[in-house]
């Protein structure tokens, strides 16, 4: 009998050790996984829902780029708003503090706003370089593929240059273009697509026309296109950049990090584009397809 209660309680003894042995492996396990988990959870919700907002230009190549970096904060748990403005009221809204970022400034076509609000702004990174921009007409103008060869010629255009809206940095310079070269030529100033729409009208009929055009955009896959050259400087290539208050940095500290490592390629651009302008795709939708297939982009962006 003695020995058979012995032999009991050291099967006893030895399912405890056992038992007590698997469950702290289970244990650490789902510690492991319950910390995993608990980093995700706070990289996704280290904004807490604080607000950011972007001021978005009525430009095309802006909306690709709002579009994405506005999910990816979202996805690490801040609330985006968005802000429409002509570009000087975007510069105008970052210098007070109403607006937190802009993805899309030209430089150094914005310099003049820098210049005057660069106590109160922060260039923060480049989101892609070497952007085209300038005076354009169609290839079929075989003799006009400078600035200078419009000279005398402004008849051929009813003396008129077409132009995006007033304020913004590629009208005030395309006003010294025509004083610099004593052009006798107005520019006519609307929205991106009313400068189009007159342009395309121009085209249809093959007449001479000259507006102001850049990359990217569709307007280079969509028509025959070149753009002029000029002796004087003016339209310099350009970078494009991301722009934020001065005191995001202090406030939403990882939102300014991830910005600040923003970039995307002007191809990819340019493709979007195509994709919500010409094919008629949401623009949420693309925008998060570019995401999904760039995770480890955003990943190095986010800093994850």
Known sequence: MKKIVFNLIAMLFLTLIVGCGAGGEGDTEGTEQGNQ??????????????TITFGVTPWTSTIPPTEIASMILE???????????????????????????????????HET??????????????????????????????DINSVEDIVGNEDMFDNEFYGI???????????????????????????????????????????????????????????????????????????IHVITTKDLEERAPEAYEFLS???????????????????GQDAETVAREWIENNQDKVNEMTGN
């Not at 570009?87 to 150094?108: H, I, K, Q, T, Y």
């Not at 210049?115 to 007409?137: C, L, Q, R």
């Not at 929205?191 to 990217?216: C, H, I, T």
Request: hydrophobic share 35%; charged share 30%; proline share 3%.
């Open 165 to 239: 809206e007033e304020g913004a940095g590629a009208s005030i310079e395309s006003d010294e273009i025509i004083e610099a070269y004593e052009l006798n030529m107005k520019q006519v100033n609307s929205s991106e697509g009313g400068m189009l729409a007159q342009a395309q009208r121009k085209m249809n009929q093959e007449d001479p026309v000259v507006f102001y055009g850049w990359r990217p955009h569709t307007m280079f896959n969509k028509f025959d296109l070149k753009v002029l050259t000029n002796e004087k400087g003016f339209f310099e290539t350009s970078s």
């Open 37 to 50: 988990e608990e980093d995700q959870a706070n990289q996704e919700n280290v904004g807490d829902g604080q």
């Open 113 to 142: 706003y820098f210049e005057k609000f660069e106590e109160d702004i922060v260039d923060t990174a480049v989101s892609y370089p070497e952007a085209e921009t300038g005076w354009t007409v169609p290839t079929y103008l075989e």
């Open 75 to 109: 996805d690490m748990g801040y609330t985006v708003e968005s802000v429409e403005a002509n570009v000087g009221g975007v510069f105008m809204g970052l210098s007070r503090g109403e607006l937190d970022v802009f993805m899309d400034s030209w430089l150094p076509m």
């Open 261 to 279: 490592n923003w970039s995307i390629s002007i191809d990819d651009v340019e493709k979007m584009i195509v994709q919500i302008e010409e094919e």
